[in-house]
């Protein structure tokens, strides 16, 4: 039975086969760290897009975790197979536009396409992470979100606190309220250096390193020891003495802490949404991302995380026609509207946002618009554009080490980010030594 | 006539251990000569520019202060987890060496944690220690202990050595077991006669004349902890909090997968190796002097 099945669907494979006309299909494979419901977004994309024309066929593959990706990409170019297209996460961008030939900037492929690509038709704050100084786009935004304050509003009110925090001595205050009925948290945070570094420094418009946090040039230095973030980082330890604020580790592992009710404020990345949604047995928010009231600039803009396409060097004229088309169907507005409201990623072009918010989306759905008003908050400025430090991906390890240190009261806050700057900056100029002149 | 026509000649005894030479160059020198050869390079992660710099990367690695932190830790965890796995497995291994009822079912039950592999082990001991959600962790909170892995070093290094030990434990007491069994009870029954106790009959007859396979547990433990832990530590704490679980073998795959810094790694693979043999060659010198066949 079996095998007269499989005789069967052999038979119409070799029809189907012999029915198509000879005609060449370019593949071209992409590798993703995409799991679950956005797996499925990344299949259905490839889809459709195969379905919209014959001549490309774009092969997805999941290669595993983000990190897993990268390294799949890198041994994978070495022993000179690479895959067309290769998502990478922010972190990366660093490692990726150092390896000058093992890289095609998407600028440069679609101006050699020929394929109609404004650049002024993207969300700066987005894409302006993963372009060159002068504006040049290097990689193609794929799943972008960023950092929001998560509140549950039931705990807020048994706790008689009337409105959500909006500063951050406004969350401080919070947070030692909320101790009383929550005492093993009352204020937590994923991504503690995404956080509490990256998103703290664009925030209040103060840099993370020189030469514009690393986008004009691998010679950048580490600068983020100044008085604001040792301020922030004594305060966060204070707390955490009597767990008005609890560490929840360097990633998003934490999380399941605010879905549980354990810490009613949680300051994570808005892609957590789906996530609370589902399994939040309790009135929820997202606010914007406190600030210092005394900084002037305070907020300027948030940046984002998550991850982009990026093409690989050194690959044939078809398969580089068939990736440009790619990036031309997914940058359809509607499109674009259809992933940002499924997937609850942002949208990155301003025509996609533009279209959602005239739909009447965000009056139902007030917490997605969040992190866009945050991105948009201001036109970027050389701190907020985003940061481009090489080996950024064990750096933050080497960041929330020395947070940690600070946390358990094995160091103070000042002496933390000395020792995080400076090791920080052995990493920069061992990276600046390797990356291609 | 004929054998010496087909065995002649010094061509077969070679012939023979080719497959195992064959396998021992190819997955084990070949791998080993080309992290020498690594450990003298500065490269970018995609292999385009690269720079022989000599011991650079040796001097460099020997001048950081966390480098000799990871040793630190590499000895107090290998250390307890050798001890806690090798005691607790001979313990188990004496209790089910004895004629009880059902000693079949908890033999087999005693092997089933070897066949997790060990990122799972982690992960399902990670459920029952995180705080605020696990089980364990809980019940720590409640007594009164502040059960904090995240943050606090020493309750992370429980952890790791916790999942560790569980995870060696049913290996140890397979060998030991054996080791047992093997002892002919004509040997204990004569010391029985005489009048020896049974801790006596242990320390004087059964342990020595088990020490072939302790000695060799000794050996394959350490190897296990030195490497194999890297699962175990990447789930369960990722080296943290502050370095307090970052091994040697944790920092050689930080550093070169997540670092792509391939030349510091692989300086660091060339010293662990040499750490590695070391410390296998003294105990072959010294402890087996000791072991009675």
Known sequence: ?437 | MENRAIFSGKLLPYLLILPQLAISLIFFYWPALQALQQSFLVQDAFGLSTEFVWFENYVNLLQTREYYQAIGVTFVFSALVAVFSLTLGLLLAVMANRNIRGVQIYRTFLIVPYAVAPAVASVLFIFMFQPGLGMIARALQRSGVDWNPVLNGTHAMILVVIVAVWNQISYNFLFFLAGLQAIPKSVIEAAAIDGAKPMRRFWTIVFPLLSPTSFFLIIVNITYVFFNTLGIIDTATGGGPNGATQTLVYKVFQDGKVGTDLGGSAAQSVILMVIVVALTAFQFRYVEKKVHY
């Open chain 1, 1 to 437: 039975m079996a095998l007269r099945q499989f005789g069967a669907a052999a038979a119409v494979t070799v029809a189907l086969a012999l029915a198509t006309p000879a005609h060449a299909v370019t593949e071209i494979q992409w590798w993703h760290a995409m799991t679950g419901p956005n797996n499925d977004v990344v299949v259905k994309l490839a889809n459709d897009f195969n379905a919209s024309q014959s001549d490309y066929k774009i092969v997805p593959a999941f290669k595993g975790s983000y990190a897993d990706t990268l390294n799949a990409g890198i041994a994978a170019f070495r022993a000179g197979n690479a895959p067309g297209i290769m998502q990478v996460f922010e972190v990366g961008t660093a490692t990726m536009m150092a390896a000058k030939g093992a890289v095609k900037p998407v600028s440069e492929l679609m101006k050699e396409q020929g394929e109609a690509f404004d650049p002024k038709s993207y969300l700066p704050a987005i894409t302006g992470y993963y372009s060159t100084s002068k504006g040049d786009m290097l990689s193609f935004p794929f799943n972008s979100s960023s950092m929001v304050l998560w509140i549950n509003l039931d705990a807020l009110k048994k706790a008689d606190i009337a409105a959500p925090p909006k500063t951050w001595p406004e969350v401080f205050a919070a947070a030692k309220k909320l101790h009383a009925t929550n005492p093993t948290c009352g204020f937590s945070s994923s991504w503690i250096t995404w956080g509490l570094i990256e998103q703290f420094s664009a925030w209040h418009n103060v840099p993370i390193g020189t030469k514009a946090n690393g986008l004009d040039g691998f010679d950048t230095v580490l600068e983020f020891n100044t008085p604001l973030e040792t301020k922030l980082l004594e305060s966060i330890v204070d707390l955490q003495k009597d767990k008005s604020y609890d560490y929840s580790g360097r990633t998003n592992t934490g999380e399941g802490r605010f879905t549980s009710g354990e810490c009613p404020m949680f300051l994570t990345s808005s892609a957590f949404y789906p996530n609370v949604k589902a399994n939040a047995k309790f009135e929820f928010t997202a606010v914007a991302m406190p600030y210092f009231p005394d900084v002037a600039s305070a907020p300027q803009n948030s940046i984002i995380g998550g991850a982009s396409l990026w093409v690989m060097g050194g690959k044939s004229p078809e398969e580089y026609k068939g990736i440009a088309k790619f990036f031309t169907f997914l940058s359809d507005t509607d499109r674009q509207v259809y992933l940002h409201q499924v997937s609850g990623y942002l949208p990155i072009t301003k025509a996609a946002y533009e279209k959602t918010k005239a739909s009447g989306f965000y009056e139902k759905n007030p917490i997605l618009e969040v992190p866009l008003k945050e991105l948009t908050n201001k036109p970027p400025t050389e701190n907020s554009r985003g940061l481009r430090f090489g080996g950024m991906v064990q750096m933050r390890d080497v960041w929330a080490e020395e947070i940690e240190a600070a946390l358990a009261g094995k160091k103070s806050a000042k002496e933390a980010l000395d020792t995080a700057v400076s090791r920080g900056n052995a990493m920069l100029r061992q990276f600046e030594r390797t990356a291609v002149k």
